[in-house]
């Protein structure tokens, strides 16, 4: 998986697609979600941000509490 998802950045960076925001979720085979975000500001700055929830549910209610734009996909 982790190979796939290179895979494709690798493709963004040759398209010129300029990503400022990397949200990466995991699940565990126990059923936890791991998300790490990586953004950058205005600056350039990297600023990472760590979450973990014990199940899809949590996961789901944290994603309906946040402010996502409109042109975010979350998949």
């Known amino acids: 998986m982790f190979k796939e998802a290179i895979t494709a950045l690798k493709a963004c960076k040759r398209s010129g697609v300029e990503i400022t925001e990397l949200c990466i979720h995991m699940e ?22 760590y979450n973990m929830f014990d199940t899809e549910e949590d996961y789901e209610v944290y994603l309906k509490s946040e ?9």
Do not use: A
């Open 28 to 49: 565990t085979t126990s059923g936890e979600i791991m998300e790490l975000d990586i953004d950058l500001d205005e600056n350039g700055d990297l600023i990472k941000e």
């Open 67 to 75: 402010d996502i734009p409109e042109n975010i996909l979350y998949n």
